[in-house]
């Protein structure tokens, strides 16, 4: 049987994997010659209530789900690089 690295160098060999990772190269290039990252972002919390009708749901809830896909959003910067905010509407019915 073929060794795990064995496997990973033909792997990333191959044309479709060599073709992939030029993508990705240049896409990051392309993103980092766009200039600083942003260190803050705003995200509109709109869309809530409307998910929470679409879902047979209270208002609320809705809201809550919005803040907890926020949350998901912040948990996955490790880096702590930038500040998050919502949008101050959505705060008081959340009870923050």
């Known amino acids: 049987m073929a060794e795990p690295s064995q496997i990973r160098k033909w792997f990333f060999s191959s044309p479709p994997a060599e073709w992939a990772l030029k993508q990705l190269r240049e896409l990051t290039i392309g ?55 919502a949008s101050p509407s959505i705060l008081p019915a959340l009870d923050l």
């Open 31 to 85: 993103a980092l010659r766009q200039g600083p990252i942003p260190q803050h972002v705003a995200f509109e919390m709109d869309g809530n209530r409307r998910y929470a009708r679409r879902h047979r749901m209270e208002t609320v809830e809705g809201h809550h789900y919005g803040f907890e896909a926020l949350a998901r959003v912040r948990s996955r910067d490790k880096s702590d690089s930038f500040t998050a905010t």
